[in-house]
């Protein structure tokens, strides 16, 4: 089965500047995560959809923090505007909605805010 | 509030050495607790899982162990090889699963040949 996949790769945006990770889950898991991982630390849930409705979001800074997972399948990360401590590698996973369902993650976005 | 402490931050083990990493955990809410590895410029993969109604749980050469009373879980790498080399995160969550995994810091091993 094909994996999650994420792009960008890698991007390299100016402070202020907005920017925009997407993620295509795998096909019939039907809650998408994404989490931030800093640098040498694990990765920190940013907010959690079950389909499209988003069920966790309380630690998604809100005041810049953006996503959307229209018709329940792909999913957009927006930040706008990017801070330098925004720099990060953020990941997308997927899972079933069944107990203890391992999470699949994509190879994440890095950003770098110069 | 970091609810799940691992430890060490770094581990080097030599080749055919058993490789050991400890979590602790505060939330006794958790009730599930997966370790899971990550290959640089890779995304987490799951390695291993256990549930708090067993003590160790066993497959191939990876092994948890949990201990309840002590709120504390850790991983055991068997006959450790220069493949193993990664960031090893454990984690936690609860409702069987349905939340979010709340992860460790890390533990990066190096396996020397």
């Known amino acids: 089965e094909a994996g999650v996949v994420q792009s960008p790769r890698y991007k390299i945006i100016e402070k202020k500047q907005p920017v925009a990770f997407w993620c295509n889950p795998i096909?019939?898991?039907?809650?998408l995560y994404w989490y931030r991982q800093n640098l040498g630390q694990g990765p920190e849930l940013l907010i959690r959809?079950?389909?499209?409705?988003?069920?966790?979001d309380s630690q998604l800074p809100k005041d810049r923090f953006s996503a959307e997972r229209l018709k329940g399948v792909d999913s957009t990360l927006k930040i706008q505007p990017a801070e330098l401590g925004d720099s990060a590698v953020y990941l997308c996973?997927?899972?079933?909605?069944?107990?203890?369902?391992?999470?699949?993650f994509g190879n994440g976005t890095r950003l770098t805010v110069t | 509030q970091q609810q799940v402490k691992q430890s060490p931050q770094s581990l080097i083990v030599q080749k055919g050495g058993i490789s050991i990493i400890n979590c602790a955990y505060e939330n006794t809410a958790f009730d599930y607790f997966p370790w899971y590895q990550q290959f640089p410029g890779k995304g987490p993969a799951l390695l291993i899982a256990i549930r708090p109604d067993v003590s160790e749980k066993k497959e191939g050469r990876f092994t948890i162990s949990f201990n309840k009373s002590a709120k504390q879980f850790s991983l055991h790498i068997m006959d450790s090889q220069p493949g193993d080399s990664a960031t090893y995160f454990c984690a936690a969550t609860r409702d069987t699963g349905r939340r979010a995994l709340t992860f460790g810091s890390g533990t990066r091993l190096q396996v020397q040949p």
């Open positions: 959809y079950e389909n499209e409705e988003a069920v966790d």
């Open positions: 996973a997927s899972s079933l909605e069944t107990a203890n369902s391992p999470l699949h």
């Open positions: 096909s019939g898991h039907n809650t």
